[in-house]
């Protein structure tokens, strides 16, 4: 699937950077085209992708410090600019357009949602955003925050690919070493995604395209991705319960969203070298996916790739209405009312977001 990235804020540049070098370094050329916007100058300064610094009238490109409503603003007052900057970048052969942010700040928190919008109603293409929650030790303006943007952008965007910081970081880790772990992981699971839409019609027997992708996310909502891999044997009928394992490890141990695993649709994509790949172990793990997401709508397929091992990708879409979700809204209105916001006791519920779907 050809993608345009648009990061917004610190997080959603840091991660668009890491997504096309990814793609660069694979050689699978998905990403088509980059773009980093902040309103804080030293963030942009420290990406080798293209930046546009927005908001400098007003916060003379020191950042919004936290304050989403005035990142949202900010995003607001300067689309058209941002627009006219992504006019070249956004070619016909764009399949899809993808917001990047993480939801807890303020300048991607606050904007995101509101640039998804404005692309939305410009292009006849589907407009995801890649939101990133914060984890479970962040201050509570950060949780607060990310309650508003994670219901907006679910709202907003074609669908809200979810990954929570808490789910792919080491146990030891410092907060840098962290952010480049889960960095590094989104950039693998989120890229391979991408690239599995654009493997080569007949090499493999039945290859995932970008329809695909784009159906399985169609339900819109909050989505999540996860990922597997192990060594593969020379012979593909051995690689059966290989096929079957990795697929149980990437759904019940390694989603970007843990612990949510019933969901409206799903694609598995099972990647490795074509020859070691077994039709009957790509079948046998779809089925038990449909089994264990309760969803009759589990789309499969392979993605040709020259490795020993063999991985599975699968992509949740529809899992707002999962404990996990309501457990990080819990979080988020405690946070909003311990800042002394007074908040509406509906604002912070899963029963909401499914009013929006
Ligand atoms: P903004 O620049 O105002 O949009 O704010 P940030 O992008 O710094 O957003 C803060 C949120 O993003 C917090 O929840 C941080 O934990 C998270 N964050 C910041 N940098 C990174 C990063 O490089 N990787 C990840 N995964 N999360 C980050």
Redesign the pocket.
């Known amino acids: 699937m050809k993608v345009v990235l648009i990061g ?8 668009t950077q ?1 997504l096309t070098q990814f793609d660069y370094d694979m050689g699978f050329d998905a990403v088509r085209g980059a773009l980093a916007v ?3 100058k030293a ?1 942009l300064q420290n990406l080798d992708i293209d930046t546009a610094l927005i908001g400098q009238d007003r916060v003379k490109g020191h ?4 304050d ?1 409503e005035l ?1 949202a603003q900010i995003m607001q007052e300067n689309t058209t600019e941002i627009l006219d900057e992504l006019d070249g970048r956004i070619t016909t052969e764009a399949e899809a357009l993808v917001v990047v ?12 949602p509101m640039l998804a919008r404005e692309l939305k109603r410009i292009y006849e293409k589907p407009v995801y955003v890649l939101g ?4 479970r030790d ?1 201050g509570g303006l ?1 949780q607060a ?2 309650g508003r943007s994670l219901k907006t952008a679910a709202r907003e965007a074609d669908s809200l690919l979810l ?1 929570d ?1 808490d789910a792919w970081r080491g146990s030891g880790d410092s ?1 840098a070493d ?3 772990r ?2 590094d992981a ?1 950039s693998q699971r989120v890229g391979l995604l991408f690239a599995s839409g654009e493997a080569v019609e007949g090499v493999g027997e039945s290859v995932v395209d970008s329809s695909e992708i784009i159906n399985t996310l169609r339900g819109g909502g909050i989505a999540s991705i996860g990922y597997a891999s192990a060594e593969a044997s020379e012979d593909a009928g051995e690689n059966v319960n290989t096929i079957t394992s990795v697929t149980r490890k990437a759904l019940l141990t390694s989603m970007s969203l843990p612990n949510a695993v019933k969901a409206d649709s799903a694609l598995l994509v099972v990647a490795g070298d074509p020859e070691r790949l077994s039709r009957k172990g790509v079948e046998r793990a779809r089925r038990w996916v449909e089994d264990q997401t309760g969803s009759m709508e589990v789309r499969g397929g392979d993605f040709p790739l020259g490795s020993d091992k063999i991985a599975s990708l699968i992509v949740l879409s529809g899992v707002e209405r999962s404990e996990r979700i309501q457990e990080f809204m819990d979080r988020a209105r405690e946070a909003a009312e311990s800042q002394g916001a007074t908040t509406d006791p509906d604002e912070f519920t899963n029963d909401e977001l499914d009013g929006l779907f």
């Open positions: 917004v804020g610190q997080a959603g540049g840091k991660v890491s902040n309103t804080a963030d950042g919004v410090g936290g989403n990142g942010a993480g939801l807890g700040g303020g300048t991607g928190s606050g904007g995101a990133i929650l914060p984890g962040e950060y925050n990310a990954v910081n907060v962290g952010f480049k889960v960095n989104i």
